[in-house]
């Protein structure tokens, strides 16, 4: 036995080894979903004073990809993270507004289910209520093809985080065509952690539809990123650099969704995931799962403010 083997169990014996559930398909080690996925969130019950009761819904884009792969060929086991999605839909529902479910093309939601909170009773209830929603959500493809610019029924777009959030999403050029639909109608944007990597395919164009001044051979848009100029929080590159030393992650992943906005002009103030939250006019965001509860919060209390 060499010495990297020797290393490797010694890791796996203390816990930090990535997980195999299959072949070739990892989970975080156990010593890093005991520091990054705990039993209960922070979720603070909170009761809004005057819920929404008009007819303005959330439209929620979430990925139906569940596996990253890594540079070395291994397979992060990924989806959208229960606590970044359940958590806000747990406000926006004391809030009193619903939410529609979309991914691209209608396929079932993937979810990070090992980061589930077991002991929480309040996610795993809301859950079990949109269980019908996420096996069979509305697609996106479908909604920009036949009904959105007819379309006056959504406040907002809701982008859940979990490293699922960078697969499908950026390059889906029917979300781009309507993240920038929810631009021209001053609809908010709420994207946590991973969430905004989606808010990319904004830079993308409709190859077979759109007019052809405004777009170049690689399909992204030459007209200016709506999102240029405004500042976020997310989930930071330096900390997904560092997440396969942590056993996190099963390797270096393929790309950062942080340097690309940054390319495209848009600022990311935080260097950690401690639980900040940042509004920039209707763009809403949060840095990860502890930033959940308050990033629930302040999206809706500004929907009912501006709704009221």
């Not at 299959?22 to 010593?31: L, Q, T």
């Not at 979309?102 to 909170?117: H, I, L, N, R, Y």
């Not at 051979?217 to 030393?245: L, Y």
Request: include cysteine; glycine fraction near 8%.
């Amino acid at each position: 036995m060499n010495i990297q083997d020797m290393l490797d169990n010694v890791k796996d014996t203390l816990g930090l080894e990535p997980q195999e559930t299959d072949k070739g398909i990892y989970i975080p080690s156990k010593s890093s979903l005991k520091l990054a996925a705990p039993s209960k969130t922070n979720y603070d019950n909170t009761e809004y004073d005057t819920p929404y009761t008009g007819n303005k819904k959330i439209l929620m884009v979430c990925t139906e990809q569940q596996y990253m792969t890594m540079e070395n060929g291994k397979k992060f086991d990924t989806g959208n993270h229960p606590v970044e999605m359940m958590v806000p839909l747990l406000h926006f529902k004391k809030a009193g507004f619903d939410v529609d479910v979309f991914t691209p093309t209608g396929q079932s939601v993937q979810v990070e289910q090992w980061a589930m909170p077991e002991d929480d009773d309040d996610v795993k209830q809301i859950y079990a209520e949109y269980q019908s929603k996420l096996k069979s959500p509305n697609s996106i493809a479908d909604f920009v093809k036949n009904d959105m610019a007819d379309s006056d029924d959504y406040a907002a777009i809701f982008i859940p985080g979990g490293h699922g959030a960078m697969l499908g999403l950026p390059e889906d050029k029917n979300l781009g065509e309507l993240l920038r639909w929810g631009y021209d109608k001053d609809l908010f944007v709420l994207a946590i952690c991973h969430g905004p990597a989606a808010l990319l395919a904004a830079n993308l164009d409709d190859l077979d539809t759109a007019n052809p001044d405004t777009k170049n051979k690689d399909g992204n848009s030459e007209r200016d990123f709506i999102f240029k100029g405004c500042e976020i929080v997310a989930f930071p590159t330096a900390m997904d650099k560092q997440m396969p030393k942590l056993g996190y992650l099963p390797g270096t992943m393929p790309w950062y969704f942080g340097d690309k906005l940054e390319k495209l002009g848009v600022t990311i103030d935080n260097k950690l995931a401690s639980g900040q939250t940042h509004q920039d006019r209707k763009l809403i965001s949060g840095d990860g799962p502890l930033a959940a509860n308050e990033f629930g919060k302040l999206s809706a209390n500004e929907l009912l403010k501006a709704l009221s």
